[in-house]
């Protein structure tokens, strides 16, 4: 269960202002988290906590095609971005990172600035504490949120990896 509280953008935000080029020297996660949308958000960094979650309007992550953006979000402490809809390459690439991304419009519609909210990732339901109302997001494909669970696309390869070696002893 994942469980904190929102912080809520508007569409069209691109992976450009989620981490801007200029920091895409950087490799380590926590060294980008201190800078995810710094641009867009000044005091975003400074005042996220572990667990809280990113809420945006339609086409998320769209742009330039940079795993950065979903490194960076994840090393500020994110637990999941919940959108109306997301660029594909991004949402992709935060599967293969690891970062749990649910697609749910009314959810977002539903969620304001700073409302508490619960994610089971298992059943793709999001709860607004805050307010009491509950919705369902777009079910994960079951390989994907094996990749999810397992931290990523290679934590999963190394993992199968471990177990077909386990398997031929």
Not at 25 to 38: C, F, I
Not at 60 to 80: D, L, N, T, W
Not at 98 to 122: K, T
């Amino acid at each position: 269960m994942l469980q904190g509280h929102a912080f809520t953008y508007g569409k069209n935000v691109d992976t450009d202002v989620i981490i801007p080029g200029r920091y895409c020297n950087l490799t380590d996660p926590a060294e980008l988290g201190k800078h995810a949308l710094e641009d867009l958000d000044k005091n975003f960094a400074t005042t996220v906590k572990p667990g809280d979650f990113i809420v945006a309007q339609t086409n998320f992550g769209c742009g330039s095609s940079r795993e950065h953006a979903p490194i960076a979000i994840k090393g500020a402490g994110v637990s999941a971005v919940i959108a109306k809809s997301f660029a594909r390459i991004f949402y992709r690439n935060s599967l293969n990172i690891g970062l749990p991304v649910f697609e749910c419009p009314e959810a977002v519609d539903g969620i304001s600035a700073g409302d508490e909210v619960r994610v089971d990732p298992a059943t793709g339901t999001i709860e607004n504490v805050s307010k009491g109302t509950h919705y369902t997001a777009h079910a994960l494909p079951p390989f994907m949120r094996a990749l999810v669970d397992a931290g990523g696309l290679r934590p999963y390869v190394e993992q199968r990896l471990r177990e077909r070696a386990a398997a031929r002893r």
